[in-house]
């Protein structure tokens, strides 16, 4: 079965540097990928979404990267700050659902940025 | 725009007491999301509505939760009886169209603590 994988152990950094997250993902090619924040007691948010055929695709400091044949895709925040601290979900959708919004999450990593 | 609403945020009960949630989802959203979310976990899909269809109730507990969205708009998730292990955040999410690759919008949640 689908299997994603994100680092469980928080990820601690020092302003103004760059955050780098990983989310890999095991047994099928996922035709896009999808990353939110969520705050501690709020719902996700949604951040990026990058097709299979996108290697990479930026949002102000964000940048993911999609790479199916590690079955890997990297989130980065440039220029970090502590208001950026948050936990990050990685979401691909469901083996055989491509097209119907059905999603399976990452647990998440837990981005902290310190001042 | 007003978000997806959840009610209620917050909600302690003992077990073998029935609990129900209630979610609005953004205007125009037609399909519907619960996902259930524990601790240190990501959210994991319960139950999806198109319109009034739950087209995917694969993963919901069907001898203890149920779930309705009878004209297609906000929808109640019930668990009778309640069991210690269901404290968990239920999140509805909504999301735009049906059969898509789309972002989704979550609610804050609803928090259970089952004593």
């Known amino acids: 079965s689908q299997k994603i994988e994100q680092n469980s152990e928080a990820l601690n950094i020092q302003e103004g540097k760059t955050a780098t997250l990983t989310c890999n993902y095991t047994n099928y090619s996922p035709a896009y990928l999808q990353w939110y924040r969520q705050d501690p007691g709020r719902g996700p948010v949604f951040l990026l979404l990058i097709r299979e055929n996108e290697k990479e695709k930026r949002k102000e400091r964000l940048k993911v990267t999609f790479d199916t044949t590690l079955k890997q895709s990297l989130f980065h925040i440039t220029a970090s700050q502590p208001a950026d601290s948050a936990t990050y979900l990685c979401?691909?959708?469901?083996?055989?659902?491509?097209?119907?919004?059905?999603?399976?999450f990452g647990q998440g990593t837990t981005l902290q940025v310190k001042p | 725009e007003a978000g997806v609403v959840q009610s209620p945020r917050y909600k302690i009960i003992e077990k073998k007491q029935p609990v129900a949630f209630w979610c609005n989802p953004i205007?125009?959203?037609?399909?519907l999301y619960w996902y259930l979310q524990n601790l240190g976990q990501g959210p994991e899909l319960l139950i999806r509505y198109e319109n009034e269809e739950a087209v995917d109730d694969s993963q919901l507990p069907k001898d203890r939760f149920s779930a309705e969205r009878l004209k297609g708009v906000d929808s109640t998730l019930k668990i009778q009886p309640a069991e210690l292990g269901d404290s968990a955040v239920y999140l509805c999410a909504s999301s735009f169209g049906t059969g898509r690759a789309g972002e989704l919008f979550f609610g804050e949640g609803s928090r259970l603590t089952v004593l």
């Open positions: 979401a691909l959708p469901s083996a055989g659902s491509s097209n119907t919004g059905k999603l399976i």
């Open positions: 205007s125009g959203h037609n399909t």
